[in-house]
């Protein structure tokens, strides 16, 4: 008998050695969370730059009465698919809201960020169909692809001609869907835009672009990338998600197209989960509220991406990549030394993410920062700091 | 088995081989090589713009050797 498991003692190997260069980095355990910027880790106060949490908007007080009060009004959860007992009107006013503040006559909220892609993928293209994505596309993306059963042609990253070669190689017939990012999760750049534009004008597609990291972040509304590069009316399909900048969880699609709404009757991933509990779908209905209200959030998110970026590049640390977004990611030499910096770094108190291939684009080890609204000039500062002594001053050499 | 094609696909395979392992039409690309997916799918691009043919990442779930993927090319070829 062949058992199951065997596939999986590669990534044994790989844990066994991780966990032998110190705590484990990829199950880390908050014991408590004190603020958007602040937890209690192995029973010591921590910055955390490593959340997502680009508004800072977790602990807000009045997202925090919205939750408590659906708690008391619907339950703790709906029990059901939104197709049978689980819309409820907190749900249909989550939409409409975000409708809004999108600018886009449709909306279907999904009970993840993950499903979101997998639902609007699935659901918009099948198997007669094209599917082109970015090489460096969220995994998300990819299974969403896999799910929707269309044929899947990958160009290369951020590489507008690639797409223009690619879509003029391909054999006829059934509809086209080119899938990109506003920011990129792992190296945190962003898409050229206004090049997939063009090339959309030359070879007539539909274009979906996943917000997800941009959402809340770029634009003069907010509303992403899109939004940043005045494109909006190129773009037929928007993603996002509520777990990062309106800190829930939940994701969203939305778009202009008269039938937009029958995804709701032909995405499996919105049919057959439950829906997402009213806790959660008040206070991103509260989040949004607030997005709109305070702009400034942006604003100060903006000043800390600046602040850390060129902090990190005085330091004279191998960036992801040459824009600033609230995703600033140092590339280090190999996984070992990786996991040593990153050890090094909890234990001098700041948390970030460590990043390792297949994870990454390139094969690169990357300790991976997120930037929040929340954060203070004194805690980027200490950041950077503490680069400056674990990574720019050759930690890794010592510990490999 | 087209002997070009599999010489080909050997060249375009060298960098991603980093253990140095001896390519053989039987080798499977991503357990011998110990080669991740997502190396796999960069691989496979590089095949794509040497022959300027497109190999949808549907087909890499059913190709597992260098004799499959040449096939998968020879294909390819055959409709352009």
Redesign the interface.
Known sequence: MTDLFDKHRGIAERHERMMSLGVNAVSLTNDRILSPTRAIINGRETVLAGTNNYMGITFEPDCIAAGQEALGLYGTGTTGSRIANGSYALHRDLEKELAGFLNRTHCIMFTTGYQANLGMLAGLAGPKD?IYLD?DSHSSIYDG?TLSGA????F?HNDASDLDK?LA???EGGGRLVVLEGIYSMLGDRAPLADFVEVKKKHGFQLLVDEAHSFGVLGPNGRGLADEAGLEDDVDFVVGTFSKSIGAIGGFGAGNHPLFNMLRYASRPYMFTASPSPATVATSLAAIRKLKAEPERRERLAVNSARLFNGFKGLGLALGCDSVSPIVAVNCPDEVSTIAMWNALLNAGVYVNIAL??GT?G?QCLLRCSVSAAHTFEDIDRIIALFGEVVAQGHYKKAS | MNQDIFATLCQLLEPFNSAKIALKPETDISADLNI????V??FV?EV?DHF???I???VLSETRSLADLVKVVEGRLA?V
Do not use: G, H
């Open positions: 094209t090489a692809c044929k899947l042609v990958r290369r690619r190689r391909s054999e291939p297949p684009p094969k | 991740d997916s997502v190396s799918m960069d691009m794509e300027d043919i497109e949808p990442l549907n409709k």
